[in-house]
């Protein structure tokens, strides 16, 4: 059980364009979704943390507007990077937690999703 | 200060050995404790969870909390080259990480 899937694993895409990736939480309930980025050689960063249904809670120094993120259903999160930058080529990882039963309080993560931007 | 740290190695041992990876946190409101396992570009798998302090054992892995000293440990016994990772411990509700211990378990 608590298995969370992402997609893409990979992408490339060109400088400007946006991307979607997706975040789901396959046999559990996620009342609350979280993303991170990591680069090589460093620790996961939370960038903004989402409940379903309402409005993501961005980190100091994530742009909001930069990092869409949707939380439409239990089960599926979205993060659309928008224009693209070299810069934002990374590691970007989801969890998902629940708020019920055994699995509460814990966060499972995704397998992550590299972005290199050309 | 960051609210937990961790010594990001590298750490490297022979097959069989005891490991012993450690963190500190300054936020004395964490109930919750966990240990990840990281694969080179993969996402982190939990490996162990606690509650307060105490001990909690899982097959080779022993985690153990000390929120006298704040103070948290995950102990792997008879490790593996299997076992080479990168080891992120965390805590809060929110989950703040450590910076991670890159292991080598050296066969």
């Known amino acids: 059980g608590a298995v969370v899937s992402q997609h893409p694993s990979w992408v490339i895409c060109k400088s400007g364009t946006s991307v979607k990736i997706e975040c789901r939480s396959l046999?559990?309930?996620?009342?609350?979704m979280f993303w991170y980025r990591q680069f090589p050689k460093q620790s996961l960063m939370l960038m903004a943390t989402s409940n379903e249904g309402s409005k993501a809670t961005y980190e100091q120094g994530v742009e909001k507007d930069k990092f869409l993120i949707n939380h439409a259903s239990l089960t599926l999160s979205t993060l659309t990077v928008t224009s693209a930058h070299p810069e934002d080529s990374s590691f970007y990882i989801c969890s998902a937690r629940s708020s019920w039963g055994t699995l509460a309080d814990t966060q499972y993560f995704g397998p992550g999703t590299r972005l290199t931007v050309l | 200060q960051k609210e937990v740290e961790q010594d990001p190695g590298p750490l490297s041992v022979p097959e069989g050995a005891i490991v012993s990876l450690n963190c500190t946190y300054s936020?004395?409101?964490?109930?919750?404790f966990m240990w990840y396992r990281q694969y080179s570009r993969k996402g982190p798998e939990l490996l162990m969870y606690?509650?307060?302090?105490g001990n909690k054992e899982d097959g080779r892995f022993t985690a153990q909390v000390d929120k006298s000293s704040k103070y948290i440990s995950l102990f792997i016994r008879d490790s593996q080259p299997s076992d080479s990772a990168t080891y992120l411990c965390?805590?809060?509700?929110?989950?703040?990480f450590g910076e991670g211990t890159q292991l080598t378990v050296n066969p």
């Open positions: 936020n004395s409101a964490f109930q919750y």
């Open positions: 046999d559990f309930q996620a009342t609350t």
């Open positions: 965390a805590s809060g509700s929110r989950l703040t």
């Open positions: 606690t509650y307060s302090s």
